[in-house]
């Protein structure tokens, strides 16, 4: 479905074989709140080496926005210390894709200790919780 936002996660094994894909939250056509202990929650019940990011723009447009980037750099700073690995971050608009790993544009090291404060993506309101994301784009 293409009418709202989705953000998903796979997990992987040491062979990067993927353990479990899981759709972690689904929202509105321009934000999906995203919950950086759930995806914590269930990498760590599946014992992944590696997770790869990917969601979807209802709008069609597969750039990557200023909020996905700090979405990325959030789940690599929260990832990096456990030993898993963010290795790629895919956002789809219609039929096309975007991967930051073939851009060469996925971080790989973390830029501040993991938090798991709320972030303020885009120009919705931020809610006061403090697990979670507020994923926002404008279209």
């Known amino acids: 479905m293409k009418d709202i936002e989705r953000f998903m996660v796979a997990f992987l094994d040491n062979g990067n074989n993927v353990i479990e894909t899981r759709t972690m939250s689904e929202g509105s056509v321009g934000q999906a709140v995203v919950y950086p202990r759930e995806v914590l929650k269930y990498a760590i019940a599946c014992d992944c080496r590696a997770i790869i990011l990917a969601h979807n723009h209802p709008g069609g447009s597969t750039n990557f926005s200023p909020e996905d980037r700090?979405?990325?750099?959030?789940?690599?700073?929260?990832?990096?210390?456990?030993?898993?690995?963010?290795?790629?971050?895919?956002?789809?608009?219609?039929?096309?894709?975007?991967?930051?790993?073939?851009?060469?544009?996925?971080?790989h090291q973390c830029n501040s200790k993991a938090n798991y404060e709320v972030i303020a993506l885009g120009e919705a309101a931020v809610e006061e919780n403090q697990d979670s994301f507020q994923y926002t784009h404008s279209f």
């Open 70 to 107: 700090a979405l990325t750099q959030r789940f690599v700073d929260i990832f990096h210390p456990l030993e898993i690995k963010v290795l790629d971050h895919i956002v789809v608009g219609g039929t096309r894709y975007s991967s930051m790993a073939e851009n060469g544009e996925i971080p």
